[in-house]
Structure formats: C-alpha cells, structure tokens
C-alpha cells in the first residue's frame, strides 16, 4: 500500500511540473554546429562580394585570429584569445598580403584592443592592461595593468574596447548567462576615465554588444546585439541599437522594438508591459543566433566610395542554435542622415550550400584609411582582404 501511495505521489508530482513549464510555453532548444571545412584557398572563388568590390587572402594559418585593429605603415594588430597573444601583421609593399607576422605580446585571454597615443590597450576578462608602442610597431615588454578584478565574465568573456570622440574609454561587459538576473555592471558597456580608471555605467540591458563604433559624422555610438539562445528559431532577434549614456536596452525581459519576453518572469515590482516603455528599442532587427561580433563604421575618406561611407560592418560568426544555419557572413549595415535604416550581405559564402558545413566563422573585422577591409575567420586561421576596385 504504501509502494502505491509513494507512485501515486511521484505521479502527480511529475504531471504537476509538466504543467507548470508547458504553461510557460518554453521553445526547445536546438543545437547544430555546421561542420568546418578545412580551408584550402580554392574556396575563395566561393566567397561572394558587392560587384566593384574584390577578395582576397591577406594571410593563412594564425591559428584563431579575433579582433583586429589598424595600424600604422601597413599595420594590423591581431588578438588570439585562445593562444594568449597579439599579432603583428606588416604590409610591407602595399598589395594587401602580409609578409611579415610577429607575436608582439603575450597576455592570456586577450581579446579587445585599441591604440591611442602611443599606447597599446588591451582586456581579457579580468583586466585592462597598455604597452607603450615602438616606432616599428612592436610594444616595449612590460606592460601597466591599469584595471584587474573585472566582473565574472561567465557565458560572455570577450570583452571589447575602444576610445570614443569624447576621449573616454569604453568596454564591453557581456551577461554571465542566457536568461537570468545577474549583478548591475554585467549585461552592459561601460566608460572609463582615462584619468583615473574609474569605471560607469554607460548603457545596460545588453545581452552581449561585442562590437561597438561611433558613426564618423555624427560621432553617435551604435552596436549590434546577441539575442537570447534557446527561445525558438527566430526569437529574439539580433540588434542594431543606437547606444545613449543611461540607455536601458531590455535584457532579460525585453527584446528589439520593446517587445517583452513572454517566457520570462516580470521584473519585481513592475509589469513586464510597464518596463517595456522604459527602455530604448532597436533601431534594426535582424534574423536570430547569427551572432554579431566585431562592428566597425566606414570612414568617409576619399579611398571609400561615397555609397558606402558612414555606413557599418557587421562580422555574424554564426548560429548553433537553429535548425538551419545562418550567418557565417559579414553584412552592410546601410545609414542614411546617421540613422540606421537597412542592410544587406557584403561578404558571404562561408556557409555551404547544404546549410549543414562551412569553411569559415567572420570574427574581427578593421577598415583602414585607405578604404581596404580586413576580416578574421577563426575556423581556418584566414584574414581576408576586400577592397574596391577602380
């Protein structure tokens, strides 16, 4: 009898938590890795380019370059976050092929880098440090760690820096999570003061806003956003946010035009409806799990075509979390009087056409001032140079 009491009870008590996650109608999560191809540069014939506009290979086998960075006199910096390095490529005759690579640092886990007046800064997930540069391009040895002890970094460790027109210094702090409460500095990009490395609170409710640049004539900030895994094949999606000091963006409870998750619970005190109108909307949606990574604006030089100047660059690494595979694919943010208004493909065919295999993940992405592009893949260790074509 007692047996039977005890199934009985087991019984209901599973039916009952049944109940309580279907009412809560939670998507099941979906998991699919398309499978790397090894790059062999025949594949560059497969990459697809605006017409004007030509690709080719810059460098091969780095292992897994991410953030890239311009230089001077044919300079790009790379980050190799799981070799604990940064790469210096050189460009020494002009042809947008490096001939020269050297490791100019060692720093484990380095991922964001910037220049600014001489120096070198770069962050792992646990500090900032800078390294006064040489005029050959390389760093004097012993770097100054200027922050350390920087929020757990969790499911996000790869923080991104950069100097804004207002001279301050801003980084990228990643949730700890998918979908939870977390401490007030995570899920955010905060600005510190040059002087005195004291760190603020600059934008929050941003799930993961790795790639962050200012547009070059209205010196506005804009990023794009990583929506929330595992809450179905298109929700929610990814963002273009036009950043503001104080800008509420809505994770975890509110995605793109101010639309309140319906899986999550209300924020205490408030309705989820309420909170909604407190926060800033995405200015563009695009479609969910490409996961947007680095975000760089053309400059308006005269080596960029008028059409393409003030509008950005997107690198989407990819989903894992889709049935069928999107992103694996670099895409023109298009920007009219300053604002955000559309997009288009720039640099795809990464991504097979049986959606199921690919031969390269755009990570970091740089534009020098002569027009030319550079893209990371850290799949197949390959950056790639795009460039007009007269």
């Known amino acids: 009898m007692h047996s039977l009491i005890r199934k009985l009870f087991l019984f209901m008590f599973i039916l009952s938590y049944r109940n309580i996650f279907a009412q809560k109608d939670i998507p099941s999560s979906v998991v699919n890795h398309p499978k790397t191809i090894p790059f062999q540069s025949s594949f560059v014939t ?84 800078r390294y006064k540069m040489k005029a050959d391009g390389t760093l004097e040895k012993n770097g100054h760690t200027l922050i350390s002890g920087l929020p757990d970094a969790g499911q996000h460790p790869n923080r991104t820096i950069d100097f804004g027109p207002d001279g301050m210094l801003y980084m990228s702090i990643g949730s700890t999570c998918n979908d939870c409460k977390e401490n007030a500095e995570m899920a955010t990009i905060e600005q510190i003061d040059p002087k005195t490395w004291k760190r603020t609170i600059f934008a929050s409710g941003l799930r993961n806003t790795i790639g962050f640049d200012w547009h070059p004539a209205t010196h506005e900030m804009w990023g794009c956003d990583n929506g929330g895994d595992g809450k179905g094949e298109d929700f929610p999606p ?54 947007p990574i680095a975000f760089r604006f053309f400059p308006k030089t005269a080596s960029v075509p008028a059409s393409y100047a003030g509008d950005g660059l997107v690198c989407f690494h990819g989903s894992w979390n889709r049935s069928v595979a999107v992103g694996y694919k670099v895409v023109r943010i298009k920007f009219e009087n300053g604002v955000a208004t559309g997009y288009e493909d720039f640099l795809s065919g990464f991504l097979m056409t049986d959606k199921k295999t690919q031969f390269g993940r755009p990570a970091g992405i740089t534009i020098t001032p002569q027009g030319v592009v550079y893209i990371s893949d850290d799949t197949n260790g390959v950056i790639y140079a795009v460039r007009k074509v007269k």
């Open 46 to 129: 497969q990459l697809k380019v605006p017409d004007g506009w030509k690709i080719t290979i810059a460098a091969m086998d780095l292992g897994k370059p991410r953030m890239l960075y311009s230089g001077s006199k044919g300079i790009i910096y790379a980050t190799r976050r799981d070799a604990g390095n940064v790469l210096m490529l050189k460009d020494k005759n002009g042809d947008n092929k490096f001939d020269e690579m050297v490791i100019v640092t060692n720093f484990k886990g380095v991922h964001g880098i910037t220049i600014k007046d001489g120096w070198m800064y770069l962050c792992n997930s646990d500090e900032l440090r």
């Open 238 to 291: 990814e963002e273009v946010n036009h950043l503001v000091k104080n800008g509420n963006y809505g994770f975890p409870y509110v995605y793109g035009k101010r639309v309140p998750d319906e899986n999550h619970e209300a924020p205490t005190g408030d309705t989820k409806e309420n909170y909604a109108k407190k926060t800033e909307p995405s200015v563009l949606e695009l479609q969910a799990h490409m996961a």
